[in-house]
């Protein structure tokens, strides 16, 4: 296997560790480590994590090494509300241009992801949930809010691991309130309502994550 294979390895298997909650933010990454658990020298792993730095998902520290980012909930919550608003206006103004088979395929994303609860599969389900997102958001005819949720998601991506894997009970409640919006979408309800059940959902996901942050902080340390 070549150097570049054995990197492009080491990135999915680091990448999906973290998105899994697997190494959770602070979570240090140690070189030998990593490049033993994967058999192959610490090269590869190196420019791995170098490309997980470039992305802001690891920080490296001096006389530290790599460590997972820190979350800062002050950055998540101002991403995820802008996020909100461009998001739910975006799907409101699509309202109109969306087709039918449009609203079937966002249909038949939430029904994997209510296939995928029993299994728990927190990566699938996020990459489901973006899915059935893009799906609605697409056929959004103002492109400068189309390039303003997509920043909102890139931004997003490098502050928090899956919500899902985070708080497992939000995948059943997001699928639940995924079903509210096909519902508005197929029953011709006006844009604006469809906007604010867009917009109430993902501050919904928002605040499921900074309360379960806000419990572990409060938990008394076991010795």
Known sequence: MSESSKSQRAYEHLHERIE????????????????????MSVVPVREALRRLEAEGVVTFERNVGARVTEIDPADLHDTTETLAMVEGAAIGLAVSSLSEADVAEARSLNEQMRESLAAFDPVRLTRLNEAFHRTLTDPCPNEQLKGLVDDGWRRLSRLRQSTFGFVPGRARDS????ERILHLLETGAPAHDVELAVREHRLASLHAYLDRTSDDARAPEIH
């Open 20 to 39: 899994r909650g697997v190494y959770g933010p602070g979570y240090r990454l140690v070189l030998d480590a990593i490049a033993r658990e994967l058999e």
């Open 175 to 178: 699928v639940e309130e995924h």
